[in-house]
Nanobody, 123 residues
Framework: QVQLAESGGGLVQAGGSLRLSCAAS????????MGWFRQAPGKEREFVAA????????YYADSVKGRITISRDNTKNAGYLQMNSLKSEDTAVYYC????????????????WGQGTQVTVSS
């Protein structure tokens, strides 16, 4: 089992920045793809970004490309989501997720989820 815990959410003005963190514990981090998803009120959970275990590959939703950067520190079993130039439409609960195997933007293939952290962008 893998336990994930997000932190770093909050209220920020449009154009501002936030850095989300995801702490992983439990089963080995090796070979583990980390993804970030978000869910706005009344909407389905959607893919934001993903990074492979060896950090060789990163993937982003078109809506966040150029504004959001995913990274991870395997020595700390941690992942990060640096969000810049935030917009009101970025307001959502952000979830860290993980799976062993190939990366995916599909929600249901991720086996492990954190509890989520709220990000609110005021315009």
């Amino acid at each position: 089992q893998v336990q994930l815990a997000e932190s770093g959410g909050g209220l920020v003005q449009a154009g501002g920045s936030l850095r989300l963190s995801c702490a992983a514990s439990g089963r080995t981090f090796r070979g583990y793809v980390m993804g970030w998803f978000r869910q706005a009120p009344g909407k389905e959970r959607e893919f934001v970004a993903a990074i492979t275990w060896n950090m060789g590959s990163t993937y982003y939703a078109d809506s966040v490309k150029g504004r959001i950067t995913i990274s991870r520190d395997n020595t700390k079993n941690a992942g990060y989501l640096q969000m810049n130039s935030l917009k009101s439409e970025d307001t959502a609960v952000y979830y860290c997720a993980g799976r062993y195997g190939a990366w995916s933007s599909t929600t249901y293939v991720y086996n492990y989820w954190g509890q989520g952290t709220q990000v609110t962008v005021s315009s």
